[in-house]
């Protein structure tokens, strides 16, 4: 069965950092696309980065600079290590997969999700 479950989440003050994880089991995550998504309280979900099997990577531009998408297909595992946090990033994050011949932010083109990684940018 196939399964993302995201990890990494929490409370972090502006100016901070976090890491999340996407841990993939029972497919292999180098044939599929790998997204990270987010959806604030009241908001439409929206791609934050991607990242193809071959290492390319998108992102969204209230992210780059900020953000990067790394993929270790050793761990079956994509990251997404967040610097600089703003209060606008609180959300929750998921990943999502895809076996896509193209990068896309857009999260219709994802049929693969996890259950989500509540992140929280207060002071």
């Known amino acids: 069965q196939l399964q993302l479950v995201e990890s990494g989440g929490g409370l972090v003050q502006p100016g901070g950092s976090l890491r999340l994880s996407c841990a993939a089991s029972?497919?292999?995550?180098?044939?599929?696309?790998i997204g990270w998504f987010r959806q604030a309280p009241g908001k439409e979900r929206e791609g934050v980065s991607c990242?193809?099997?071959?290492?390319?990577?998108n992102y969204a531009d209230s992210v780059k600079g900020r953000f990067t998408i790394s993929r270790d297909n050793a761990k079956n595992t994509v990251y997404l290590q967040m610097n600089s946090l703003k209060p606008e990033d609180t959300a929750v994050y998921y990943c999502?997969?895809?076996?896509?011949?193209?990068?896309?932010?857009?999260?219709?083109?994802?049929?693969?999700w996890g259950q989500g990684t509540q992140v929280t940018v207060s002071s």
């Open positions: 029972g497919f292999t995550l180098d044939n599929y696309v």
């Open positions: 990242i193809s099997s071959g290492g390319s990577t």
């Open positions: 999502a997969a895809a076996r896509l011949f193209f990068k896309s932010l857009s999260p219709t083109q994802y049929p693969y």
